[in-house]
């Protein structure tokens, strides 16, 4: 540095560690006030002076500091027990923390969602930048689109408006899934989701596509299920047609293990005689009776790169950088048969 002094001279002056005075200087938590009087006047009194970078980086610090940044998602992925979303959400809400960032989460109910109310954090003007998690209907998008505050879709996208958002790679998830189905034999593959439903969903059938035209497979319409309603709840019944694919590939873990059930209530064994496999590698893909190959979400990664992009854009409102994506990788477990060396004698009819 031009002066020559330096948090270390700073830190050793005061008897404290060189990451109280940065701390202390950046205005982040930690410090207390007196020290922060005393190491900010020190300083002063040195003549430290950060560098360009450095003094850019401190001032949006400081400026985000205190901030409240919301975080929204629809009731339908809001449920009982820990979820995807919940845990996706509890790694935003620490990484805001750390940067002294607070958060307020709202739930969007579905008779809200359906007459386009906007939330009270937004209509209140409660919140510096919003996250919405998880896809929400079109109509709801659009009017979300308008807002003022930084958005970020996290885990879904809208090609129609220009959000910048994060997304894991479900087109390559689901061409994974169905490549791997057809490593061990499988070529008679079914598909359980509403693809509709998610941008997700919408891709990782892409992706399932995609790897049935690329083996010389032929797409049966017959074999393609819905797995929720037309608000997103997902179906508690599930039935099957009487000539059954050999595998599925399931657009998430939740419906895999649904379907796993819903297969074993009717006498047919996974893998033995179907295979499955889900999306995520969360919780219920474990506790699953056999536990499910499926594709992992970095979920921390997520996090990491959705707080990194609202920082930018609380920095710059006119920021914008499109669609992150993470890629997953693929987790084998015991619900996929190997039918190159178990022949099951073709499709299985229930």
């Avoid at 620490?94 to 969602?113: F, P, V």
């Avoid at 709801?140 to 809208?158: A, G, H, K, N, T």
């Avoid at 958002?165 to 061409?175: A, E, K, P």
């Avoid at 997902?234 to 059954?244: G, R």
């Amino acid at each position: 540095m031009k002066n020559g002094v330096k948090m270390l001279d700073i830190a050793e002056k005061l008897g404290v560690s060189v990451v109280t005075v940065s701390n202390a200087l950046a205005g982040r938590e930690g410090v207390s006030d007196r020290m922060r009087r005393k190491i900010c006047a020190a300083a002063e009194e040195m003549g430290y002076r950060p560098s360009g970078a450095k003094a850019a980086k401190q001032s949006s610090e400081r400026t985000r500091s205190g901030k409240t940044i919301g975080i929204l998602a629809s009731e339908r992925f809001v449920g009982a027990r820990g979820t995807f979303y919940w845990e996706l959400t509890a790694n935003i809400s620490k990484r805001l923390s750390q940067l002294g960032m607070c958060t307020a989460y709202e739930c969007i109910t579905s008779d809200n969602e359906e007459k386009a109310i906007l939330p009270n954090m937004i209509t209140d003007n409660k919140a510096d930048g919003i996250f919405v998690i998880g896809q929400v209907h079109r109509p709801y998008i659009e009017m979300l689109s308008r807002i003022s505050q930084p958005l970020v879709f996290v885990d879904f996208y809208d090609g129609r408006y220009n959000v910048d958002s994060v997304n894991s790679d479900s087109i390559n998830g689901g061409y994974l899934l169905t490549d791997h189905l057809i490593s061990k034999g499988h070529r008679n593959i079914g598909f359980f989701g509403t693809f509709n439903a998610t941008s997700s969903i919408n891709d990782r059938f892409l992706g399932y596509i995609k790897c049935l035209m690329e083996n010389n497979i032929r797409y049966n319409p017959a074999w393609t299920f819905d797995d929720r309603d037309e608000k997103g709840v997902l179906y508690t019944k599930i039935d099957f047609p009487e000539d059954m694919p050999t595998a599925f590939v399931c657009n998430c873990d939740e419906t895999a293990f649904r379907v796993i059930s819903a297969l074993k209530s009717k006498g047919v064994r996974v893998p033995e005689d179907i295979s499955v496999v889900g999306y995520d590698n969360y919780t219920v893909s474990n506790i699953c009776i056999p536990p499910i190959t499926t594709i992992e979400v970095d979920l921390e990664k997520m996090a990491e790169i959705s707080v990194e992009l609202m920082c930018k854009k609380l920095d710059d409102p006119t920021y914008t950088e499109g669609r992150r994506i993470i890629t997953g990788r693929l987790i084998e477990k015991r619900s996929v048969l190997d039918i190159n060396t178990h022949r099951t004698g073709g499709r299985r009819t229930v």
